[in-house]
């Protein structure tokens, strides 16, 4: 079987797991296709460590069979809300690119993940990208993930050698309810995902953040409990 089948059969494949619900459900659906699970998360210094936990439950409910919790201190760089002292938005999901983008986070996120990936012998990463419900991050869209996979190909000794490499991206083109629904499906607590930008010290998220606005919409739409715990009433985040 040629690395890059998305049968899996127990081979090994490199997961992003940041402890987002998409992160979660991408680990849930690599298992799930047999694939044996090396989950990647990065402690690049962000704003907050409470998705840092959450990628550790996460892990260990999908059952992973090695995690990584890789140190990358992008706070060396700054440029975004995530990394920098710059003020999370709180007014609303806007069309353009907002600050909580991360200067070519999921660039290099994947080129790690890659290196990984070939150091064991695996032409697959899964990463839970989506280009319908996202707050406009160019590294979100389809002809990124297409992009780097060719990249990726003649990047390493292991697709010079005709080992094909596949960026999973199976969430790409699913809306956040959609996603909430596979969550269940998967048999997931989507309690333990995280998805606040702006973390109240008392454990609460912001619910007015980008991200919590498009969480939060979507398990209303999807009619599913959220279980996570809001500062912000429903009447504030719409």
Same mark, same amino acid.
């Given at each position: 079987?040629?690395?890059?089948?998305?049968?899996?059969?127990?081979?090994?494949?490199?997961?992003?797991?940041?402890?987002?619900?998409?992160?979660?459900?991408?680990?849930?659906?690599?298992? @799930?296709?047999? !694939? #044996?699970?090396? +989950?990647?998360?990065?402690?690049?210094?962000?704003?907050?460590?409470?998705?840092?936990?959450?990628?550790?439950?996460?892990?260990?409910?999908?059952?992973?069979?090695?995690?990584?919790?890789?140190?990358?201190?992008?706070?060396?760089?700054?440029?975004?809300?995530?990394?920098?002292?710059?003020?999370?938005?709180?007014?609303?999901?806007? &069309?353009?690119? &907002?600050?909580?983008?991360? &200067?070519?986070? /999921?660039?290099? !996120?994947?080129?790690?993940? %890659?290196?990984?990936?070939?150091?064991?012998? $695996?032409?697959?990463?899964?990463?839970?990208? /989506?280009?319908?419900?996202?707050?406009?991050?160019?590294?979100?869209?389809? @002809? !990124?993930?297409?992009?780097?996979? $060719?990249? +990726?190909?003649?990047?390493?000794? !292991?697709?010079?050698?005709?080992?094909?490499?596949?960026?999973? +991206?199976?969430?790409?083109?699913?809306?956040?309810?959609?996603?909430?629904? @596979?969550?269940?499906?998967?048999?997931?607590?989507?309690?333990?995902?995280?998805?606040?930008?702006?973390? %109240? &010290?008392?454990?609460?998220?912001?619910? %007015?953040?980008?991200?919590? #606005?498009?969480?939060?919409?979507?398990?209303?739409?999807?009619?599913?409990?959220?279980?996570?715990?809001?500062?912000?009433?429903?009447?504030?985040?719409?």
């Amino acid at each position: 079987m040629t690395a890059g089948d998305t049968t899996g059969a127990e081979r090994r494949a490199v997961v992003l797991l940041s402890g987002g619900l998409d992160s979660m459900v991408c680990a849930a659906l690599a298992r @799930e296709q047999g !694939f #044996r699970v090396l +989950a990647l998360t990065f402690d690049y210094n962000q704003r907050h460590r409470v998705e840092l936990d959450a990628a550790r439950r996460v892990a260990a409910r999908v059952g992973v069979e090695r995690h990584v919790v890789l140190p990358l201190d992008l706070r060396q760089f700054g440029g975004s809300a995530l990394t920098d002292d710059i003020a999370v938005p709180k007014d609303g999901v806007g &069309p353009d690119i &907002p600050v909580t983008y991360v &200067p070519a986070r /999921n660039l290099v !996120f994947l080129s790690l993940a %890659l290196a990984w990936a070939e150091a064991a012998g $695996s032409g697959d990463i899964f990463i839970g990208v /989506n280009a319908l419900d996202y707050s406009g991050y160019p590294d979100c869209r389809p @002809e !990124f993930i297409s992009g780097f996979e $060719s990249l +990726a190909r003649v990047a390493t000794t !292991f697709g010079d050698k005709g080992g094909k490499v596949t960026i999973h +991206a199976p969430l790409q083109y699913l809306k956040k309810a959609d996603i909430a629904r @596979e969550a269940v499906r998967l048999g997931l607590d989507v309690g333990e995902s995280w998805s606040c930008y702006d973390p %109240l &010290p008392d454990g609460r998220a912001c619910g %007015l953040c980008d991200s919590c #606005r498009l969480r939060r919409a979507g398990f209303a739409e999807a009619g599913i409990e959220d279980g996570t715990r809001y500062a912000a009433g429903d009447a504030e985040a719409t």
